[in-house]
């Protein structure tokens, strides 16, 4: 085994996808292809009173317009949207007279070219019905629900503020964020060897063999689904789709191939989103800056029919040795397609708030917000009382502090001045992300030419999942990077997992290291001998075999083989944090200098420094890329991004890339990443925790702290806009 | 799938005929950065496109004379570089590089740049039917006015329509008095651009006093050494690639320290590209200072209303238009 196991290896991928070879979803071709394109609801609620397609039929090269006649026999089940959230009522657009949220499509016209799918989806006249609605979860119509069963608490937080020397009570206010990625949500359907074979863009293949087969009245195995490469998901792409069941009914109607290819502005309003939510924080401390108490109570929106659980309350107890504890988190109801996970979905939100607050109650203490925090570092969770796996959390703050230069930082805002004049504020925060696992059934063979094929459960989206792949079996057999073919997000190939919550590297990666050392195990017993440093194809090779093939099921610490089962069923099976001896986080610290122009308040991050602890790096270059991502990301929530809703209307009124407003180059500055880099065993055989989503955990928090520093204003709403400084 | 001709023409000549003969579904293309979009969003629906990107001389840029002539087929990027442009008319330059992007500006036109239509989100995004505009479908109605306004107009708008007018470069004109050349039916003409635009009044969805068929030719601006004090600062939601929240174009006669005469223009506040006259009046014959500048700013917006979520851009523009009068008073040598 190669001693580099962190090597910072190009992707594995790369060269595919910077020749076009790499064929994404809209991407696959199919003779006769037929082109589909949806008509969006122009109203927010209401009943279909008739659809006029005569017009459409007359443009010529269509071939049918589908509406909710053609589909009343779509089945909507538990198992087939929001494959996270709590299962709910659920609804399907399309399988009757009845609209629920604007841009739910009403028709899909399928024709013989996109043009004349898009001429004739134009030609489509609808009438309605309309109906009282609220589309916002401030508005007089939207319907809040009781507190949630199982909120986590420890001691009596309430108790705990009498005796308080210091106490904040704060709300913080979070915006309805998009995650927008590049690939657009698309879903081709077609025939192909007896299987319905379903390609679209997702984090969930078997979504379609779990759900979509469950909606169309077919046998699960009747249904393939392809996603080898991923656009970016970012959790919108985990679960079935609105169009995917009516594209893929359009398919088995005309017996033809089908693809649409959603247009952006209408993923606004048919994929899912950051719901809205607000965050009432209570700190209490003594003397000292030790945490007595934290209560924390959360509102999230959420639509009229489907459930999306809130979490919020998950992971701030666990950030600190809070004496006392209580949580509580409530749902809105409004009426707009069901939101769902982006990126860090629960943690970021929650992080924003409650670093937020912890930075306000520095400023009551008159603390250094680092000294603050590493005063009330613990090693064990106070809801549980188990120890964590590993948390190198403290040190991501003292190696952040030194690297940033934080001694440059004083409590008195405005107090750093550039040499433009530009007031410089300084920001600290931190952020974890359970370190989850799921399941995975893996096939490896080794040929004796040298070729390694691995079939695996795993997507690649752009987070670097085939390299985390590569980079294990490279590092137990030694094998070729060249000679590598990785098989993932197909359930032609292995069973697949739900890819999201920071789960596909801990789960992929050790995997592939238990199949690889499968692999040399057997090669060992048919070569008879220890294994020696000759590539293992090589060995094999004398043995006369032309391959070795083995098969690995992994199940993940604290499960049974029952996890498999569910898995090959289609069924999300997850652990974390949670395990019987610890609770399993990965952890970050961000530190944030912004520059604030007085005259006009308009706010740059010219740096940002972020010291993860993710266990094991598996590959220094897309860790890194995976950090500046989340950074990113958190600069455009601090300072960006927000869907804005008219609510005479309901929808979304800035539904493209122009007036969705996402950081460019120019909004963001140097960004510098370094990892603890600190294998967690107990966790797993390759020691990783997870990063995609704890890198943007705290770092909008970071930024709007180093906001207040430069300007002495506390702005508790995202995103912080010129308005806000003025 | 709907029939589209396209016709490429040598000559404005050509152009016109070709457009009268075409009718009403008729519309000229140039860098189609602004129509191709308004296609997509199904707001214009042509039937016939004229190219008049490649008129004879029409990517003209002349500054020889006392006058600088663009033509109206003159690429942004090209006019944005230009080494006099550059150097002694700044408030040009930084007004076109600061629009859009590199790959738009080298595909616009600084004459249809004069006519790009409104970023008004109500505009843009309702042709399905979703959203009332008095500019879409006269007589429809305005969202934007008690709606989600935090893009809309503080200055010159009406009870039918508060939508902000988007560009740069023709703000940035303005302030430099300059003259646009159009060619008709009956020959050429030539009016200041302050008269191109019109105020949203009754009629919203008439914006422009070009005439249907009329092509601008070119733009020209009087050589001034004004131009060299001058500045175009643009203050959006992001650094890059955005449209102004608030714009402030300067440009400033001096006397010694004194100003003899100031050239100031809005934009991203005002439904047409806005001539700060009142901020002119209180700088002529003055001393600059942060307090003068101010003073002068905020006389420009004494007119301004803000309507619901708009209120700041009336405080954002004066302190944008006070930080560029100090700007473009800095450069004078």
Redo the contacts between chains.
């Keep these: 085994m190669t001693p580099n196991r962190n090597a910072d290896r190009p992707r594995i991928d790369a060269h595919e996808k910077v020749l076009g070879r790499a064929l994404y979803a809209a991407d696959q071709p199919f003779p006769g292809l037929l082109h589909a394109m949806t008509v969006?609801a122009?109203i927010a609620k209401g009943r279909i009173l008739s659809i006029d397609t005569a017009a459409a039929l007359q443009v010529?090269?269509v071939v049918r317009v589908f509406t909710h006649d053609d589909f009343s026999q779509i089945r909507t089940t538990p198992a087939a949207r929001g494959a996270y959230g709590q299962p709910g009522k659920g609804h399907q657009p399309m399988t009757a007279p009845q609209v629920r949220h604007?841009g739910e499509p009403v028709a899909l016209v399928v024709a013989e070219?996109l043009?004349?799918a898009v001429?004739g989806a134009?030609a489509v006249t609808v009438r309605y019905a309309e109906e009282s609605f609220s589309a916002r979860m401030d508005d007089d119509l939207a319907g809040p629900e009781p507190e949630a069963a199982g909120q986590l608490a420890s001691g009596d937080a309430e108790a705990a503020f009498a005796n308080a020397a210091h106490i904040v009570d704060v709300e913080y206010r979070h915006p309805q964020q998009h995650h927008n990625p590049i690939e657009l949500i698309s879903t081709t359907a077609a025939f192909e060897d007896g299987t319905l074979r379903i390609y679209e863009g997702t984090q969930s293949a078997a979504a379609f063999a779990g759900g979509l087969a469950g909606m169309m009245g077919m046998e699960p195995q009747a249904l393939r689904g392809v996603s080898p490469y991923t656009g970016g998901g970012f959790g919108q792409k985990n679960g079935v789709q609105e169009q995917s069941v009516l594209v893929a009914s359009a398919a088995l109607l005309l017996r033809r191939p089908v693809k649409l290819v959603m247009p952006r502005?209408q993923l606004f309003h048919t994929a899912s989103y950051r719901p809205q939510s607000r965050h009432r924080v209570r700190l209490a401390a003594d003397g000292n800056g030790r945490l007595l108490a934290g209560i924390y109570e959360t509102v999230q929106q959420n639509s009229r029919y489907d459930g999306f659980g809130s979490d919020h309350g998950a992971n701030p107890p666990r950030m600190y040795g809070y004496g006392a504890w209580r949580g509580s988190e409530r749902i809105v109801r409004v009426d707009t397609q069901t939101p769902g996970h982006q990126r860090a979905p629960h943690e970021h939100p929650a992080s924003h708030a409650t670093e937020c607050a912890l930075d306000e109650l520095a400023g009551a203490l008159g603390m250094d917000p680092v000294a603050l925090r590493l005063a009330n570092d613990t090693q064990r969770d106070p809801i549980t009382g188990k120890p964590f796996s590993s948390r190198h959390l403290a040190d991501c703050l003292r190696r952040g502090a030194a690297r940033f230069g934080w001694e440059r930082w004083t409590n008195q805002p405005g107090a750093l001045v550039a040499g433009n004049g530009d007031r410089i504020g300084l920001g600290v925060a931190c952020g974890s992300y359970k370190a989850a696992m799921t399941p995975s059934v893996t096939t490896l063979r080794l040929s004796a030419g040298g070729q390694c094929r691995i079939a695996t459960s795993g997507h690649e989206m752009g987070q670097g999942l085939r390299t985390v792949i590569a980079a294990e079996l490279i590092d137990v057999l030694g094998v070729d990077p060249g000679k590598l073919d990785i098989r993932i997000g197909d359930t032609g190939h292995a069973p697949q997992h739900l890819t999201a919550g920071s789960w596909g590297a801990g789960s992929a990666a050790p995997a592939a290291r238990a199949a690889a050392l499968k692999l040399r195990e057997e090669l060992s017993q048919l070569t008879g001998a220890v294994l020696s440093d000759e590539p293992v194809h090589v060995q094999l090779a004398r043995t006369r075999r032309p391959y070795l093939e083995v098969s690995v099921d992994t199940v993940p610490l604290g499960k049974d083989r029952q996890a498999i089962e569910q898995l090959r069923r289609g069924m999300p099976v997850t652990t974390g944090p949670e395990y019987p001896d610890f609770l399993a986080f990965s952890w970050i610290a961000h530190f944030a200098e912004v520059h604030v122009e007085p005259?006009?308040?308009?706010v740059?991050v010219r740096r940002v420094v972020s010291v993860a602890d993710c266990g094991r790096v598996m590959n220094r270059r897309t860790a890194e890329s995976q950090v500046r991502g989340g950074v990113v990301w958190g600069i455009g929530a601090a300072l960006?991004e927000a869907g804005?809703?008219?609510p005479?209307?309901g929808?979304v009124?800035?539904?493209d890339l122009?007036?969705y407003?996402v950081?460019?180059?120019?909004?963001v500055g140097a960004i510098e990443v370094d990892f603890i880099d600190e294998p967690d065993t107990r966790l797993n055989l390759s020691g990783v925790k997870g990063l995609g989503e704890v890198a943007m955990v705290g770092a909008a928090a970071a930024i709007v702290n180093a906001v207040h520093n430069a300007t002495g204003r506390r702005i508790r709403h995202l995103p912080i806009?010129?308005?806000d400084l003025? | 799938m709907k029939p589209l001709s396209y016709v490429q023409v040598r000559t404005a000549r050509e152009a016109i005929e070709a457009f009268v003969a075409a009718g009403e579904s008729a519309r000229y293309i140039a860098g189609g950065t602004n129509l191709y979009d308004l296609m997509k969003l199904g707001i214009e629906k042509p039937a016939h496109l004229i190219d008049i990107a490649d008129l004879d001389g029409a990517n003209r840029i002349d500054t020889d004379g006392d006058r600088l002539f663009f033509g109206g087929a003159a690429l942004m990027a090209d006019v944005a570089e230009h080494p006099v442009v550059r150097d002694d008319y700044p408030v040009l330059a930084e007004s076109l590089s600061k629009a859009a992007s590199q790959q738009l500006r080298n595909m616009a036109t600084v004459g249809g740049n004069l006519l790009q239509r409104t970023r008004c989100p109500y505009f843009r995004n309702g042709a399905d039917g979703t959203y009332p505009c008095n500019k879409r479908e006269p007589g429809s109605g305005c969202a934007a006015i008690g709606g989600i306004d935090r893009s809309q107009a503080v200055l010159g708008a009406s009870a039918a329509c508060n939508a902000v007018s988007p560009g740069d470069w023709p703000v940035a004109l303005m302030a430099m008095d300059a003259a646009v050349e159009l060619q008709g039916l009956d020959g050429t003409r030539v009016i200041p651009i302050s008269e191109l635009y019109r105020p949203p009044s009754r009629t919203p969805h008439l914006e422009f006093t070009i005439g249907r068929e009329e092509i601008v030719t070119g733009i020209s601006v009087p050589k001034t050494a004004a131009g060299r004090n001058s500045t175009y600062l643009k203050v959006r939601d992001r650094e890059s690639y955005a449209f102004a929240l608030v714009s402030a174009a300067v440009a400033l006669e001096m006397d010694g320290d004194r100003v003899r005469q100031a050239h100031v223009a809005l934009g991203g506040v005002a439904t047409v590209p806005w001539r700060g006259r009142p901020a002119e009046a209180v700088l002529r014959g003055e001393t600059l200072d942060r307090g003068r500048a101010l003073e002068a700013a905020r006389a420009a917006f004494a007119e301004a209303r803000a309507g619901r979520h708009n209120a700041f851009k009336i405080e954002l523009g004066a302190r944008t238009l006070a930080d560029a009068i100090i700007n473009a008073g800095s450069r004078n040598q």
């Design positions: 969006p122009t010529p090269g604007r070219t043009e004349a001429e134009e502005g005259s006009t308040g308009r740059r960006r804005e809703c008219d005479r209307f929808g009124l800035n539904n122009a007036d407003v950081p460019v180059n120019a909004d806009r010129i308005e003025l």
